[in-house]
């Protein structure tokens, strides 16, 4: 059966909310099959978690897709996707930023990334608090990584049907994003936000969406 739900679904998002919204789609452990049908209704952005099945992806699907890294990410595999990760979503710590500034400059580009901030109560959340923030940012300002755009924040809230608290989370990180883009002016993107609670976090700042499962249906 022929069906075009995948695009159906991305533009109903869509109109959800005004173009300067990001949607990324996240496509994670679905078929390349899938991602194509998005990009053929005019979807460009995509995120992923696993470094391997990013680059296989990239290497099977057109050139114009903006893959975005938005998982934990792991030292020794940046090397696999310095050459063209669009945006790298979930960086928290130095040494990962380091690593990320290394291959930028081996690969002659500047790397696009965001800082990862825990907002969440669960402890399996990664993130940085706000002392780790000022430390990398205080780095960054002294030009450390010269290879690198930082770009703005990322952040997920605590899974919980408690509506309160997701909104309480991104509204602490929209804060934190207003007050940083004093300094940092070229900050532009905050990146919250998935299927359950994407529209709290647009209505709380974010300008950037990892959508997954509302698009591609569940994971299994
Ligand atoms: C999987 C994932 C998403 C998307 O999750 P859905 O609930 O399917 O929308 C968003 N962000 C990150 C970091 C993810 O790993």
Known sequence: MKSNVICQRLSKIKKEFPGSVTLVAVSKT????????????????????????????????????????IGHLQRNKVKYIASFVHLIHAVDNLKLLKEIDKQALKNNRKISILLQIKIAREKTKFGMDEAGLKEMLDLYRQGNFQNINIKGFMGMATNTLDKDIVRSEFAYLNELFVKYQISFPEFTYLSMGMSGDYPIAVEEGSNMIRVGSAIFGTRI
């Open 30 to 69: 679905k078929p390349v099959e899938a991602i194509r049908e998005a990009y053929d209704c005019h979807h460009r952005d995509f995120g992923e978690n696993k470094v391997q099945e990013l680059t296989q992806k990239f290497n099977r699907l057109p050139r114009d897709i903006n893959w975005h890294m």
